[in-house]
Nanobody, 123 residues
């Protein structure tokens, strides 16, 4: 089992930046594939970013490429999502996800989810 908790959400103006953090407890951070999803009001969960498998590199949904960057610090059991040039359409609850075997874009592939952190971008 692993417990995930996001932090760093908030209210920002369009064009601003925000950094989300995800801390993992219960297991070693490096034992899991990890990533980020988001869900806007009235919409389904959307893939945002994740670490690729076996050195394949990070993957991003097209709408955030060039603006968001995923990173991690295994020693601190922490994953980050640096979000720059935020747009109102980025407004959503952002979730940290993890799985022992899956790495990809499907929400059903991840076994563990955090509680979510709200990101609101005003125009």
């Amino acid at each position: 089992q692993v417990h995930l908790r996001e932090s760093g959400g908030g209210l920002v103006q369009a064009g601003g930046s925000l950094r989300l953090s995800c801390t993992a407890s219960g297991r070693t951070f490096s034992d899991y594939f990890m990533g980020w999803f988001r869900q806007a009001p009235g919409k389904e969960r959307e893939f945002v970013a994740a670490f690729g498998r076996w050195g394949a590199g990070s993957i991003y949904t097209d709408s955030v490429k060039g603006r968001f960057t995923i990173s991690r610090d295994n020693a601190e059991n922490t994953m980050y999502l640096q979000m720059n040039t935020l747009k109102p359409e980025d407004t959503a609850v952002y979730y940290c996800v993890a799985d022992r075997a899956y790495s990809g874009r499907s929400p059903t592939g991840y076994s563990y989810w955090g509680q979510g952190t709200q990101v609101t971008v005003s125009s």
